[in-house]
T-cell receptor, first 116, second 110 residues
Framework: SAVISQKPSRDICQRGTSLTIQCQVDSQVTMMFWYRQQPGQSLTLIATANQGSEATYESGFVIDKFPISRPNLTFSTLTVSNMSPEDSSIYLC?????????????FGPGTRLTVL | QKEVEQDPGPLSVPEGAIVSLNCTYSNSAFQYFMWYRQYSRKGPELLMYTYSSGNKEDGRFTAQVDKSSKYISLFIRDSQPSDSATYLCAMDTGRRALTFGSGTRLQVQP
C-alpha cells in the first residue's frame, strides 16, 4: 500500500482566487492521479500526472483551470485557478504504488475546498 | 446511461445482518474491479480488489464479479455499526484510470 498525505486538509477561498493543493506519497510512484468529488457525488478523474511529462487531462478539465506539477516521484500539486463556487469540492490525490501489473489504487484523505 | 450504475441508498440494516451491495456496468472492457469504503469527511479506503470473474473473500467481506452479466457485488457478513459508511465500486480497463459508481450509503443500526 501507500501512505498519501495532502495539504491543506480544508480551505475556504474567495471567488477569483487560486489554491494549490499538495500531495506527498511515502514511496516513489510512477503515476499519480487527481480526482474531484463534488458534494453528494462520486469521484471524477481530473488528470493523470506522470513524473517527467505533461499531465493528461480528462474530458471537461483543462490545464489553464487545473495546472498540475509533478517535480519528482513522491510529490505532486494541483492548482485550482480563478475559483468559482462551482469548484467547491473535495479534491483527492491517488496513486498505484505496485508493479506495472498491479492495479490497486490508494487515495489520500482529500482537501475540502469551499469557494464563497 | 452511466458506465457504472450503483444504487445510492441509503441502505439501513440491523447489526449482524448480511449486507449486499451491487453495481452494474456497461463497458465490457472493464477487467479490474474494486470496492472502496468512505467514511464521512475521509478519503476512500480500498477494501477489495479483484481481477476478472469469480469470488474473493477477506474476513467478513466477499467480492463477487460476474463479467457475463456485467454485475459485481460486495457482501458484508455480521455487519457492525462501524461498517456504516459509503461504499463505492470502481472499475478499470487497464488504462489505469478508475471509473466509479455513485456510491451506496450504508447505515448499520445497533
Amino acid at each position: 500500500s501507500a501512505v498519501i498525505s495532502q495539504k491543506p486538509s480544508r480551505d475556504i477561498c474567495q471567488r477569483g482566487t487560486s489554491l494549490t493543493i499538495q500531495c506527498q506519497v511515502d514511496s516513489q510512484v510512477t503515476m499519480m492521479f487527481w480526482y474531484r468529488q463534488q458534494p453528494g457525488q462520486s469521484l471524477t478523474l481530473i488528470a493523470t500526472a506522470n513524473q517527467g511529462s505533461e499531465a493528461t487531462y480528462e474530458s471537461g478539465f483543462v490545464i489553464d483551470k487545473f495546472p498540475i506539477s509533478r517535480p519528482n516521484l513522491t510529490f505532486s500539486t494541483l492548482t485550482v485557478s480563478n475559483m468559482s463556487p462551482e469548484d467547491s469540492s473535495i479534491y483527492l490525490c491517488s496513486t498505484r504504488p505496485g508493479l506495472a501489473t498491479d492495479n490497486e489504487q490508494f487515495f489520500g484523505p482529500g482537501t475540502r475546498l469551499t469557494v464563497l | 446511461q452511466k458506465e457504472v450504475e450503483q444504487d445510492p441508498g441509503p441502505l439501513s440494516v440491523p447489526e449482524g445482518a448480511i449486507v449486499s451491495l451491487n453495481c452494474t456496468y456497461s463497458n465490457s472492457a472493464f477487467q479490474y474491479f474494486m470496492w472502496y469504503r468512505q467514511y464521512s469527511r475521509k478519503g476512500p479506503e480500498l477494501l477489495m480488489y479483484t481481477y476478472s470473474s469469480g469470488n474473493k473473500e477477506d474476513g467478513r467481506f466477499t467480492a463477487q464479479v460476474d463479467k457475463s452479466s456485467k454485475y459485481i457485488s460486495l457482501f458484508i457478513r455480521d455487519s457492525q455499526p462501524s461498517d456504516s459508511a459509503t461504499y463505492l465500486c470502481a472499475m478499470d480497463t487497464g488504462r489505469r484510470a478508475l471509473t466509479f459508481g455513485s456510491g451506496t450509503r450504508l447505515q448499520v443500526q445497533p
